[in-house]
């Protein structure tokens, strides 16, 4: 059975075209990001998100805002290039894709540096592409493997968004899901609202319901209810970023469904591609957290739930140490944190 997916970032006529997931799920729209200031508040205010998706849009918009330079001085153009690539770096510190993608493009130019403006770009071009491409064929490498541990009649609880809108296919921790999908598999999607963004119930509930899947929100308060009440198989979550020792960092809320599936002897899974690991950090005490706007909490979506002045704990990561975390599914098969470092090699 085919599975109809949104795409949330491609190349258009010459600009970066993405759904803006700020609009769902009550309007469907579309915008293109032609300029570094389109791909950097973009990136900043979550019309694309999701660590594989993100890294697709810094590339491409970062060739996209190259095009109306071409005409400068090679230094110029080449300087240019370096001061657009550190303003999209800086706008999500902790998805590691997004500067994963960066370095790519920026090796690139430091191959080339004798190349002409218009090779140069081209080349940008051909390279950006292809890491969509990649993640693209990765996602369905990892539903291959994820699809392993699944089985028809399974309940799967999941947070945040890890499926399409989150990628440049069909997801990472929602990519078995579709596949089970495909075969006429009937598995059952618990969706946690994740708070405060609602990525959860405005984003996954909305994609897999329009793919004709059977999905259920849950307030983040009812997961570990749901573990004991609603017959979960099991967690599948995706990851931002996977650190040397297995630490995952993923939405603000993940670690918290670790300790309740370990709790209740549910397996917890993480999904993420090889681009989401970063083997230069040693634990997930050196990862950088991002901390978002206090009115997202305070205020979020124009309706005003705690008092103006009030302190806010807004951050937007936390960090599940790898000894809760039973496999992690990659385009390269399945490990358990303690094997990752196979992946290095």
Known sequence: MAIEVPRAVRWHDGAVRIIDQTLLPGEYG???LVQVEDVVEAIRSLRVRGAPAIGIAAALGLVASLRPDL?????????RLLEYAQRIRETRPTAANLAWALSRLLAIAEAKASASNEELWDALYREATAIHEEDR????RIGEHGLKLLHDGATVLTHC?????ATGGIGTALAPIYLAAERGWHVRVLATETRPLLQGSRLTAWELQRAGL?????TDSAAAAAMDRLGVDLVMVGADRVVANGDVANKIGTYGLAIAARHHGIPFLVAAPSSS???SLASGEEISIEERGADELRAGFGCQTAP????VYSAAFDVTPAHLVDAIITEKGIFKPHEISRLRR
């Not at 064929?137 to 369905?140: A, D, G, L, N, V």
Request: proline share 9%; glycine share 4%.
């Open 71 to 79: 005409r400068l001085p090679p230094a110029e153009f080449r300087a």
């Open 137 to 140: 064929e990765m996602c369905r």
């Open 214 to 218: 059977d999905v259920t929100v849950l």
């Open 277 to 279: 690991f970063d083997f």
């Open 161 to 165: 968004n890890t499926g399409a809108l």
């Open 308 to 311: 103006d002045d009030v302190p």
């Open 30 to 32: 579309e915008i293109d």
